[in-house]
Nanobody, 119 residues
Framework: VQLQASGGGLVQAGGSLRLSCVVS????????MGWYRQAPGHRRELVAT???????GYGDSVKGRFTVSRDNAKNTMSLQMNSLKPEDTGDYYC??????????????WGQGTLVTVSS
């Protein structure tokens, strides 16, 4: 199972971007999915999460500006980012907790997609 994130780019402060994450491979069941980000010199931090039943959660710094969504049928997850600020700059990573047929689970990470917000 692999994750592929896309949609990053350069945007001015106040602008919007939409990130996408596609899960591929021998998928059995995906529970938790999430977006994380890491700015240079900083630790990776939680941005948004979504569960298979549609529950969502957000980091305090993005509440009210970012919206996470998920299509279980297509095994995709998106992150709509509005009112972007320079401090939103960083590499954005998607993750998914995959459970196999033998009920074993593992957390999988995709590669990062760079978001740069200019002031």
């Amino acid at each position: 199972v692999q994750l592929q994130a896309s949609g990053g780019g350069l945007v001015q402060a106040g602008g919007s971007l939409r990130l996408s994450c596609v899960v591929s491979g021998s998928i059995f069941r995906i529970n938790f999915m999430g977006w994380y980000r890491q700015a240079p010199g900083h630790r990776r931090e939680l941005v948004a999460t979504t569960t298979s039943d549609g529950s969502t959660g957000y980091g305090d710094s993005v509440k009210g500006r970012f919206t996470v969504s998920r299509d279980n049928a297509k095994n995709t997850m998106s992150l709509q980012m509005n009112s972007l600020k320079p401090e939103d700059t960083g590499d954005y990573y998607c993750s998914a907790y995959h459970v196999g047929r033998n009920n074993s689970g593992r957390l999988i990470w995709g590669q990062g997609t760079l978001v740069t917000v200019s002031s």
